[in-house]
């Protein structure tokens, strides 16, 4: 293993154990004070660790404690938002691309105001091949009049996406420009 290799190496093992040092407060929160938020972080830290190690169970773990969340308020209440919005992240993950759309869509009528909910709402119908839904899906995220330019993870989850669908469709160049304009805003935006 090169030097280059071993400190990529390193910096996942770094990865995995912090998403467990995320985990462990919320297991302990949950017991004491089981809240919305608690069990939201809970599951949003079981969601992490199941990207992280590719092991199925956490997002189960992760619906669960989601599912609980949803529980403890109403679908229609602004604290719902992120959990579903989560929610529909495992099932992303899970390849339920159908539930995933209903999920998101559901943490959009909560209203929170959050806009992730849109690109998992166009990831699902990405996933499920239906470009125009995807399409504005994402436009929600472009930035624009609303002064969300300085929102780099707003411009981040556009490109991103946008650079994706433009692929798909045969738009290499654009595709690429677009990647490599995500690219350079993590890059700057990382430190």
């Known amino acids: 293993m090169n030097v ?13 154990a912090g998403s467990t040092r995320r985990r462990r407060p919320y297991q302990a929160r949950v017991s004491h004070f089981p809240n919305v ?11 992490q660790k199941g ?9 189960a773990m992760a619906e669960q404690s989601l599912s609980k969340s949803l529980e403890l308020t109403s679908s229609w209440d602004v ?50 091949g239906d ?10 995220l472009q930035p624009g009049g609303r002064g969300e330019r300085d929102l780099p993870g707003l411009t981040y989850m556009y490109d991103t996406r946008e650079s994706y669908l433009r692929l798909l469709h045969g738009e290499n160049a654009k595709a690429i420009e677009l990647m490599q304009q995500a690219v350079e805003l993590a890059r700057s935006h990382a430190a």
Not at 37 to 47: E, Q, T, V
Not at 51 to 56: A, G, M, V
Not at 92 to 118: C, I, K, T
Not at 131 to 140: D, L, P
């Open 79 to 128: 604290a719902a938002a992120s959990p579903l919005t989560h929610l529909a992240a495992v099932c992303m993950a899970e390849h339920r691309f159908a539930d995933a759309a209903s999920y998101a869509s559901q943490a959009l009528v909560a209203g929170a105001g959050d806009p992730s909910p849109f690109a998992v709402l166009g990831d699902a119908y990405t996933d499920m």
């Open 4 to 16: 280059r290799q071993k400190a990529q190496f390193r910096n996942v093992i770094n990865s995995v």
């Open 131 to 140: 470009y125009g839904k995807a399409q504005a899906a994402y436009s929600k």
């Open 37 to 47: 938020a608690n069990y939201d972080g809970l599951g949003a830290a079981y969601l």
């Open 51 to 59: 990207r992280e190690t590719s092991d199925l169970s956490y997002f």
